[in-house]
Nanobody, 119 residues
Framework: QVQLEESGGGLVQAGGSLRLSCAASGRRFDNYGMGWFRQAPGKEREFVAAINWSGASTYYADSVKGRFTISRDNAKNTVWLQMNSLKFEDTAVYYC????????????WGQGTQVTVSS
């Protein structure tokens, strides 16, 4: 497993932007596909975005497509989630996760970072 630590959450007005970061350590970062998930109060955790090991392929939930961008820099062992045009319904704890292969289970998780969007 790889250790993950998210940062960059906070309070933002609707329509604003935030950039989340996830720093990885412990294993070769470029061996892992990375994902962002979120969990709002009273709701199940849901997929937000994913990126393959090289950064060449990205995937998004329909709810964030066109507003959020996932990216990574393997030299910096970091993955980011750029969130633009934020909506109240984007309010959640956002988690970074890693998986060792396409289709594998995400087996490493960060502690989460809170994103609150005020309407």
């Amino acid at each position: 497993q790889v250790q993950l630590e998210e940062s960059g959450g906070g309070l933002v007005q609707a329509g604003g932007s935030l950039r989340l970061s996830c720093a990885a350590s412990g294993r070769r970062f470029d061996n892992y596909g990375m994902g962002w998930f979120r969990q709002a109060p009273g709701k199940e955790r849901e997929f937000v975005a994913a990126i393959n090991w090289s950064g060449a392929s990205t995937y998004y939930a329909d709810s964030v497509k066109g507003r959020f961008t996932i990216s990574r820099d393997n030299a910096k062992n970091t993955v980011w989630l750029q969130m633009n045009s934020l909506k109240f319904e984007d309010t959640a704890v956002y988690y970074c996760a890693a998986r060792p292969a396409v289709g594998a289970t995400y087996d490493s998780w960060g502690q989460g970072t809170q994103v609150t969007v005020s309407s």
